[in-house]
């Protein structure tokens, strides 16, 4: 397949969705991001811009023996060279020249308001900018780019000037002219009509570059590629200053499911959910879990009815198989829970419920009335997969036996502000009784300590166990401090990941049972008799 021919998919994470609020990547991290763009098939990916900063010079360099890409250009963001100078003297246009990439992507006004205001000079001189820039790279070798900003602004302000510069640069050498959206205000009638406008009227290959201001950069982004579009540009996960660019994976994936335009490499859009979560751990940013197709919760079904009907049918109740992207289908077992619901969880943990309707029911009453209670178990899977052996092999396991423990917090001394935690856990494991005592940055942190170390003397695979999130929530907040809390804590052994819910009269309460929770089932895991 010919990713830089007939269609292009071009990735901008790296720059322009590098510019989200609270995202700093390094030049490690960016490097990382590329392998893992390229391992989803995007034709392109924008490195930065060369000269600009350090950061992003640097990736350049090192991108020349570091990066070995399969399917993507490494493309050079950059701008026109300045009013009143050439080209071929303009130290920015020599760092795009000297970059190392094959692309360039220039970005130029098109808004006759902003040459005027930001740039500072004529509408001539600003056409002849472009001119200039663009035919000299293109001399040099490189394949040109033009990010015409504030497109759709500039077209209704001054309709035949911002025409006229996608002409100058597209007559220059330029392969594509995409449309950017920079405010991010448009909609998707609005886009289309501008699109087939310029189309029709100059001829030019159009390229767009959507913001998400409105909620609508992947709505634009498809009608302009309705219209005539073909270069479509986004980050992954949506990333990007104030609201987000369009997700490039949403786009991509509407693309080829939706409408049939095979625009990746086949079967490279399958890996589409684990590069969107790879990519999100390499920017720390958490994935959404609401994120259409790759996220989280993108087939999970919670309702009964739903349950019911997908027993049936999964594509009853879902507009796709999610293999499609990579992604699984999960039931959220809830109050609204049905008997199809524990059903089908059952199954996904491997238990067969389907000929006891007596230990569904049974099951099925006992969620319902533990969230009454607070318990959640949608986002606890280990927590419902404890009380479903629990009911199936009519105990619940049990590889120590807490006697006792408790939590003191000593008040800070004079001229520390520090307060010391102090936990102690009495317990019998493996025959053996222990008193621990664990000190800790809080309370909840002494009593991992305390519990870990007292289960860790009778199994030692507890040394693996970390736990990696902890979220408190206040259900009934009109109580004040005598509120009841829900915990969920997450926990690791460096191979997966597992989550328990804790409910109690207090925050340390409900931290001691999802703790207790996260030790048990870990250990059952681990196939401890």
């Not at 010919?2 to 269609?7: M, R, Y």
């Not at 950017?180 to 189309?199: E, Q, S």
């Not at 609204?336 to 569904?360: N, Y």
Request: net charge negative; with cysteine.
């Amino acid at each position: 397949m010919d990713l830089h021919g007939a269609f292009h998919v071009y990735d901008t994470t790296l720059r322009d969705g590098a510019q989200q609020e609270g995202l700093n990547l390094s030049v490690a991290d960016k490097l990382a991001i590329a392998r893992h763009l390229d391992g989803l098939g995007v034709g392109y990916i924008e490195g930065g811009w060369p000269g600009a900063n350090p950061k992003d010079t640097e990736f350049f360099r090192r991108a020349v023996t570091e990066l070995d890409l399969t399917h993507a250009k490494l493309a050079a963001f950059g701008s026109t060279r300045k009013a009143g100078t050439r080209a071929a003297d303009d130290p920015q246009v020599a760092a795009l020249r000297d970059s190392g990439a094959s692309v360039v992507t220039l970005v130029a006004k098109s808004h006759d308001r902003h040459v005027d205001l930001a740039l500072r000079t004529t509408l001539e001189e600003n056409l002849e900018m472009i001119r200039d820039t663009v035919s000299h790279l293109t001399a040099e070798g490189q394949q040109v780019f033009l990010d015409a900003e504030h497109f759709f602004d500039g077209y209704r302000a001054n309709r035949d000037y911002a025409l006229e510069v996608l002409r100058t640069g597209y007559e220059a050498g330029a392969d594509v002219v995409a449309l950017c959206d920079t405010n991010g205000g448009m909609l998707p009638g609005w886009v289309a009509d501008v699109v087939h406008d310029v189309v029709e009227t100059t001829g030019v290959r159009v390229g767009i570059h959507c913001h998400n201001d409105t909620g609508l950069a992947v709505a634009n982004t498809l009608a302009a590629v309705d219209a005539g579009a073909s270069h479509v540009q986004g980050c992954i996960n949506g990333y990007g200053e104030r609201t987000g660019n369009a997700d490039l994976v949403t786009v991509v994936a509407n693309l080829e499911l939706k409408l049939g335009q095979q625009v990746l490499p086949p079967g490279l859009l399958r890996e589409s959910t684990r590069i969107a979560h790879a990519v999100a751990e390499v920017t720390n940013v958490p994935p959404a879990s609401r994120q259409p197709y790759v996220g989280s919760s993108a087939f999970a079904h919670k309702a009964g009815l739903h349950a019911s009907a997908i027993k049936v049918d999964p594509d009853l109740y879902q507009h796709l198989d999610p293999v499609e992207v990579g992604n699984d289908m999960r039931l959220l077992v809830s109050d609204m829970a049905g008997r199809a619901t524990i059903e089908l969880k059952g199954r996904e943990l491997g238990f067969d419920l389907s000929g006891d309707r007596d230990l569904v029911t049974r099951v099925t009453d006992r969620v319902k009335a533990l969230e009454q209670q607070g318990f959640t178990f949608e986002a606890a899977d280990a927590s419902f997969e404890l009380l479903l052996v629990e009911e199936v092999e009519g105990t619940r396991p049990t590889y120590f036996e807490v006697e006792s423990w408790r939590v003191i917090t000593e008040a800070a001394l004079a001229g520390d502000e520090r307060a010391v935690c102090e936990a102690i856990v009495k317990l019998t494991a493996d025959g053996v009784r222990h008193v621990v005592v664990g000190e800790g940055n809080g309370p909840v942190n002494a009593l991992d300590h305390a519990l870990r170390d007292a289960i860790e003397r009778a199994y030692p695979e507890v040394a693996k166990f970390e736990l990696i999130d902890y979220k408190v929530r206040i259900l009934d907040q009109g109580h004040g401090t005598d509120a009841i809390t829900r915990v969920l804590i997450e926990t690791t052994d460096g191979a997966s990941t597992w989550v328990t819910v804790g409910v109690g009269a207090n925050v340390i309460e409900a931290s001691w049972g999802a703790l207790l929770d996260a030790f048990v089932f870990g250990l059952r895991r681990h196939h401890v008799a």
